[in-house]
């Protein structure tokens, strides 16, 4: 199948910093990437969608220059928490999909964020 | 309502049993169904992928879609404690949005 990573696995960083997540295809051209929250024990969120080459669109009740989102290739795509607070602490999962009409998404193994 | 319905369990069950995870949906317009399996701190892992009704068969793992009832259903034999993780049913029928279900977790004891 389609493999996804991502970098870094873990990340502790302090309050008000910035944190950069990398989300990778490594063998299909990402036309759509999206960007997911999970809390412990509870299912994904959906934080915003990124087709490549154009701004993401962000689910309602994310702050979008909070969490910046980059896809400037069909093969990369960054996440960026600005000024990290401790409830920003989390489980951030990508996901990407080709731009066939019957493709699904793959999972990245997702990036354990946290913040002092 | 939710767009897609499943069980959180938790699913307990002997190695070896048959395990039946399901979910129901409301949107009719839903054409491509997935199952996902996800491990621990893990990021999901693509199972099953079918289009439209019918049965889709990969190793121990049989994916079931009966559109008519709006019922989707994945179905585990011969069930191993490797399998013990959170199944999530997800589907679609815009290009790229997604609905998921909120997982069912299962544990398979030895």
């Known amino acids: 199948g389609a493999v996804v990573s991502q970098h870094p696995s873990r990340v502790i960083c302090k309050s008000g910093t910035s944190v950069k997540i990398e989300c990778r295809s490594l063998?299909?051209?990402?036309?759509?990437m999206f960007w997911y929250r999970q809390f412990p024990k509870q299912s994904l969120m959906l934080m915003a969608t990124s087709n490549e080459g154009s701004k993401a669109t962000y689910e309602q009740g994310v702050e979008k220059d909070k969490f910046l989102i980059n896809h400037a290739s069909l093969t990369l795509s960054t996440l960026t928490v600005t000024s990290a607070h401790p409830e920003d602490s989390s489980f951030y999962i990508c996901?990407?999909?080709?731009?066939?009409?019957?493709?699904?998404?793959?999972f990245g193994p997702g990036t354990r964020l946290t913040v002092l | 309502q939710k767009e897609v319905e499943q069980d959180p369990g938790p699913l307990s069950v002997p190695e070896g049993a048959i395990v039946s995870l399901n979910c129901t949906y409301s949107n009719s317009a839903f054409q491509y169904f997935m199952w996902y399996r996800q491990y621990s701190r893990k990021g999901p892992e693509l199972l099953m992928y079918?289009?439209?009704?019918g049965n889709k068969e990969d190793g121990r793992f049989t994916a079931q879609v009966d559109k008519s009832s709006k019922y989707i259903s994945l179905f585990i034999r011969d069930s191993q404690p490797s399998d013990s993780a959170t199944y999530l049913c997800?589907?679609?029928?815009?290009?790229?949005?997604?609905?998921f279900g909120s997982g069912t977790k299962l544990n398979v004891k030895p």
């Open positions: 996901s990407a999909k080709s731009s066939g009409a019957t493709d699904t998404q793959y």
């Open positions: 079918t289009y439209s009704s």
């Open positions: 997800a589907m679609r029928y815009n290009f790229n949005k997604f609905y």
């Open positions: 063998d299909f051209q990402a036309t759509t």
